[in-house]
């Protein structure tokens, strides 16, 4: 199949997410409600506290060995099962909901005692406090001297507030995504650097009656202030008895060794479902990352409101579908997961037996310049429908190298998982683009044709990168699979202008 993006195709697939979220419904999260089965087209308004914690020494687990081969894969695997079925267990035992725990960072929620006033947010906030101290306490105590599998150091971002809760997913792999301040301000302190410990903003701060501070992203709870916590949730609890209970459950469901096999190309039809850790796949691929710049802004600005959180409903789903159809169904990329407002897929052309690395970067670039044509047409779509989102960007950041799918957890509770040193690089070549800008990484660059080393410069990062500029840069350059993809729209085009001049479709406001 040739891979290419057409415009009349993605219109098609916009004009069809418009119309299933025409009319969307936003009520207030009052009672118990399954969070994973949120319609596309619903949202909760929902008061909660928000943790992310993030594990600060993954890295060092991904880089254990010089090469990435098997057994640095293998050992970070092991290391994040390990602690997710710890984390799990500590969940299971107090009054939060895990959202999502992606690769080394865990979001849960508290969201009890319900209701907006000050005594019981700061309840919310007392019990984050002290999940978080539990959290890392026990993941001191989990790792496998055996194995070379170290304890987890994590750090803890917390905040309390209103936000969104939404679908985050589709086909199977189904969610909740909190859009809104508190989300975001924990996952911020949770990212904010390497030091262990647990770290509240402001607002949590001074629901729990600590003095407001300026470097709160740096300054960690004091031993203190986190007993003050631990005393007003009452924990029923330990850490001893998490440990103990984690030990007897991997003795009963031992986590077996990981083993890797090949994914015969194209990765769309890789079922990450039926993965197991003696079933996982591994395999040299491209990792692309395609964060929303601006959303969190767009989000504040429109949740107070009814029609502004259905515009963020809106938004939201038209636009992530649209990425998502354009990696998936154009370029038989797959998609691994939304993380935010974020989508994180893999793209990898080649046989059974090897990747085709100088023409699985090609594709990639003809890819991300489909992600940001597709984010271009989905905004001017949206407007049209009136809803306007201003100031909102498309930063993509991809790299090349050994990539590992699998999943983690037992059998009734597992999470896919995804790692390898790219998709950490293609995350932090995402994180240094601006608003319009596309990075790709050093291995992909150096593995790639001089034609798409010559369009992204010795910087490795360009601005404004469509489909059709990286096509046409690409194939007069010589790159053999931006000529075969050029050659492939041509042949689209020419029936689509005919189609063009006989239909005309006219934009329609949405109405409730």
Known sequence: MSHTWDAERSKKRIAAAIKAVAKVEIADYKREFSLDSIPINKAYRMNAAHLYADIVNFDDMLNVTD???????????????????????????????????????????????????????????????????????????????????????????????????????????????????????????????????????????????????????????????????????????????????????????????????????????????????????????????ADLDGFSDFVAKNTDDDEGAKAVVRALHVIRSELDASLSSDFEGRRVRFIGDCIHGLICSGTAQTTDEEATVSDATLCVGALRSGFDLALGELAANGVAIDGLGLQIGFDLGPVSVTRLGIRGDQIRCCVGRAVRNSEREQMRCGSDETSIGNSAYEASTSAVRGLFGKNRKIANLDYNEAVEALSSEGDGTAETAKKASLNIASPAVVRASETVIRPHAIKD
């Not at 050992?75 to 994040?80: A, E, I, M, V």
């Not at 799990?88 to 107090?94: A, G, M, S």
């Not at 209701?115 to 001191?140: P, T, Y």
Request: glycine share 6%; aromatic share 4%; proline share 4%.
């Open 67 to 289: 090469d990435e081969g098997t057994t640095c894969h293998r050992r970070t695997l092991r290391f994040l099962n390990l602690h997710y079925r710890a984390v799990r267990r500590v969940l299971d035992r107090v009054d939060m909901t895990r959202v999502d725990f992606h690769n080394q960072r865990l979001h849960a929620i508290c969201y009890k005692p319900y209701g907006s006033d000050e005594e019981n947010e700061a309840d919310r906030v007392h019990l984050a406090v002290s999940v978080a101290k539990l959290i890392i306490d026990v993941l001191a105590n989990t790792g496998d001297d055996d194995e070379k599998i170290p304890n987890a150091k994590v750090r803890v971002g917390i905040d309390t507030g209103t936000a969104l809760a939404v679908n985050n997913g589709r086909r199977g792999g189904r969610e909740p995504l909190f859009l809104g301040s508190p989300a975001n301000q924990a996952a911020k302190h949770a990212a904010a650097g390497t030091k262990a410990g647990v770290f509240l903003t402001n607002q949590a701060r001074k629901i729990i009656g600590l003095p407001e501070i300026d470097d709160h992203q740096a300054v960690p709870l004091s031993s203190g202030e986190i007993a003050v916590s631990q005393e007003a949730a009452h924990l029923d609890v330990s850490v001893d008895d998490i440990v103990s209970e984690w030990r007897d459950d991997l003795e009963a469901h031992p986590i077996g060794t990981f083993q890797f096999a090949r994914h015969t190309p194209p990765l769309k039809n890789l079922d990450i479902s039926n993965l197991t850790p003696k079933n996982s796949r591994r395999q040299e691929a491209v990792s692309i990352y």
